[in-house]
């Protein structure tokens, strides 16, 4: 018993220790996958590898409980580990490189939405870290029956009537999506534009509603490509995720929700489209911590996403458009948030409209202090010189105050503290 409350003590320490420096850094993976001939059993064999690490250490990685690990082992040798609450807690060595091996089986009923093997991250389907962006292979064998689809490049494919065979690779992989689904389930349309190949994956049947979705998607990525910087992933992929209720994006890897499809062609719905293209430059071109992270995430992601779409109507339709914008982020504001439990300084970090309402009207009131050109300059300049890495808000605020005053990054995050429609901003 002594033994085991000493263990729980050290898990603990280890734990906390891990979450304040989390040093364990994933740099790629390789999934070798195959999906049995009824559909119902995906084997997965896993290969991770991680960074040199002087130190031995305990490390939790997210991993669902419900997926039972067959083998597991650290270059070579067999390792314990402990399950709880989704984590998954290895004793690691110390090595210059370190290879870790799982064999582990997904019951597929378990990630089905509708009749689609929908692995996405937020299932926690493979061993990941928080704030750990790296580079991923994944070669996958389906029945004839299926197709899959994944983010990156599909560099290889090979079918011989029985099996489907796919090969994925991806630079810079944050989010390990990976649909499943029989090969009647999706009708695909492809856009390429300037050595780049977006492509989309609808269940729906109305082409009218799938066709804006690809036309305002292209208008907006031609957009962010010319006025952040080049898109660097070869392909962009937006795909139908069943029974799902929002829209999200990931590096190169669009999920789009039915109801988000159905009322795209609504004036108030069509926003999401433009939103979560801009998404892969900020969020998903480079990454803003999502771990021990900063009262002013949400802001320097979420707000800063919904403006620079604003900027791009502003420019495609005139500087009434978006002071229109504004103002009706100021109504919505006022008719519907003021007063109410959501009615909270941004710095609150919720997920709730604030964000999206008063945040652009935030980052105006800093562009206009900055002028147009250096604006631009500082969100080029993040895209350009972070891609493929985890900032934090100390690094964000350095490169802006490098375009902006200290009075006006001072004043912005005042503005970001206080409730309400900032006094400054005048509709």
């Excluded at 997210?62 to 082992?73: G, K, V």
């Amino acid at each position: 018993m002594k033994k085991l409350a000493l263990l729980s003590m050290i898990l603990l320490f280890a734990i906390n220790v891990m979450a304040g420096e989390r040093r364990t850094e994933i740099v790629s993976y390789r999934l070798d996958m195959k999906l049995d001939s009824a559909g119902r059993l995906l084997n997965v064999q896993a290969l991770i590898k991680l960074a040199k690490d002087d130190s031995t250490k305990i490390v939790r990685f997210n991993f669902a409980d419900i997926i039972p690990i067959h083998t597991a082992s650290c270059n070579g040798d067999t390792i314990g580990y402990r399950r709880s609450q989704d984590g998954l807690l290895l004793q690691l060595p110390a090595f210059r490189k370190g290879e870790l091996r799982f064999n582990y089986t997904l019951e597929t009923d378990s990630f089905k939405s509708d009749r689609v093997i929908a692995l996405v991250r937020a299932r926690k389907w493979f061993p990941y870290l928080y704030d750990n962006v790296a580079s991923s292979e994944i070669n996958l064998t389906v029945p004839a029956g299926y197709y899959a689809y994944s983010s990156g490049k599909q560099s290889g494919y090979e079918f011989d009537g029985i099996n489907r065979q796919y090969h994925f690779r991806v630079k810079v992989n944050a989010g390990m999506p990976l649909f499943i689904a029989p090969v009647d389930y999706y009708t695909g349309l492809v856009q390429k534009w300037k050595g780049r190949q977006l492509n989309y994956f609808f269940h729906t049947t109305d082409t009218a509603k799938a066709n804006t979705v690809a036309r305002e998607s292209l208008q907006a990525f031609r957009f962010a490509n010319k006025f952040i910087g080049k898109y660097r992933p070869p392909t962009f992929t937006f795909i139908e995720f069943p029974g799902f209720d929002f829209c999200q994006s990931m590096p190169g890897f669009v999920l789009m929700g039915p109801e988000y499809i159905a009322n795209v062609n609504k004036p108030d719905k069509r926003y999401w489209v433009g939103h979560e293209t801009f998404h892969q430059w900020v969020g998903n071109g480079y990454f803003t911590r999502l771990y021990n992270h900063s009262s002013y995430t949400r802001f320097t992601e979420e707000s800063l996403t919904e403006y620079l779409r604003m900027v791009y109507l502003q420019k495609s339709c005139g500087d009434d458009t978006l002071k229109a914008m504004l103002r009706e982020n100021c109504r919505i504001y006022n008719t519907y948030i003021k007063g109410t439990a959501e009615d909270l300084p941004i710095a609150a970090n919720r997920p709730n409209w604030v964000t999206y309402t008063l945040g652009p009207v935030i980052w105006h009131l800093v562009r206009g202090e900055m002028g147009d050109k250096k604006w631009q300059k500082f969100i080029r300049k993040l895209y350009s010189k972070y891609y493929g890495k985890v900032i934090d808000y100390a690094v964000f605020r350095e490169q802006l105050t490098k375009f902006a005053s200290e009075e006006t990054v001072i004043r912005m995050e005042k503005r970001l503290n206080e409730k309400g429609i900032p006094a400054e901003f005048s509709e």
